[in-house]
């Protein structure tokens, strides 16, 4: 399987993906662990069928020591005990955030609620702005067909 277009040849790619990852540094200096934007990340690109950014974030995860067992059940974390109640709280705000078009009125005021229980007001901003840039994402790579499989852990620094 070959990507539609090679990001890394084409010098308008690059420029966009420096806005969108200057975007993402933001979120990385911020107090939000990166264990929730890792869990965040993988959860929307299941959502959206993203195979190369799940394989980047499931080895990034792994990589900074995330376990196996937490991965494997991410797609499934509500019917799991593995998350704390913080984490619960930022993937339904994930998964609100990723399927606006399914939802009458967008997040509900009850996610939004749970997910203000756990996050102060930096941190939520960190976990709206880290939800759009991983769709972002995940939009771009599954239009280009961009394949997972061949991600080395850190590659993109």
């Given at each position: 399987?070959?990507?539609?277009?090679?990001?890394?040849?084409?010098?308008?790619?690059?420029?966009?993906?420096?806005?969108?990852?200057?975007a993402a540094k933001v979120?990385?200096?911020?107090?939000?662990?990166?264990?929730?934007?890792?869990?965040?990340?993988?959860?929307?690109?299941?959502?959206?069928?993203?195979?190369?950014?799940?394989?980047?974030?499931?080895?990034?995860?792994?990589?900074?020591?995330?376990?196996?067992?937490?991965?494997?059940?991410?797609?499934?974390?509500?019917?799991?005990?593995?998350?704390?109640?913080?984490?619960?709280?930022?993937?339904?705000?994930?998964?609100?955030?990723?399927?606006?078009?399914?939802?009458?009125?967008?997040?509900?005021?009850?996610?939004?609620?749970?997910?203000?229980?756990?996050?102060?007001?930096?941190?939520?901003?960190?976990?709206?702005?880290?939800?759009?840039?991983?769709?972002?994402?995940?939009?771009?790579?599954?239009?280009?067909?961009?394949?997972?499989?061949?991600?080395?852990?850190?590659?993109?620094?």
């Amino acid at each position: 399987m070959n990507a539609r277009l090679n990001v890394m040849e084409i010098p308008a790619a690059g420029k966009i993906v420096k806005y969108i990852n200057s975007a993402a540094k933001v979120v990385k200096e911020s107090t939000l662990p990166d264990s929730t934007v890792e869990l965040v990340d993988i959860r929307a690109s299941q959502i959206n069928g993203c195979g190369f950014c799940l394989d980047m974030h499931t080895k990034d995860a792994i990589a900074a020591g995330e376990t196996h067992q937490r991965l494997h059940l991410v797609a499934v974390w509500r019917d799991a005990t593995v998350f704390t109640e913080a984490e619960r709280a930022a993937l339904e705000l994930a998964e609100q955030g990723t399927r606006l078009a399914d939802a009458a009125g967008g997040v509900t005021d009850e996610a939004w609620a749970n997910a203000a229980k756990h996050y102060d007001e930096d941190q939520l901003m960190a976990l709206v702005a880290q939800i759009a840039v991983i769709n972002a994402y995940n939009r771009m790579n599954v239009m280009l067909e961009r394949p997972g499989g061949d991600y080395q852990p850190g590659q993109f620094g």
